[in-house]
């Protein structure tokens, strides 16, 4: 069963504060990246890719990922932008 596809911070208010505190979370980590191991900055950077409204928080994140994933650029856009970016 395929069920539509739905922003995740329009579901319902407690998962809408859920994913703003993970967004939140990813920010920090990405503010302090030295700090973490490249796992932990990459799925924060994947994070804002997936849930920030911000067309160059988006951007500074998929150059993070491009300098730490090591795939091919197609793969890693793929990964944070499901859907081919659409909304």
Known sequence: ???PHT???HLT???SAWMADRLTEARR???DTPQHPNSLVILAARVITGQSTSASECADAVD????LDRRPLQTVA???F???GAA
């Open 82 to 84: 499901p859907n081919g």
């Open 64 to 67: 993070v990922l491009c300098q």
């Open 1 to 3: 069963m395929n069920l």
């Open 7 to 9: 922003h995740p911070m």
């Open 13 to 15: 208010p407690g998962v």
């Open 29 to 31: 980590i990405l503010a």
């Open 78 to 80: 793929a990964a944070a």
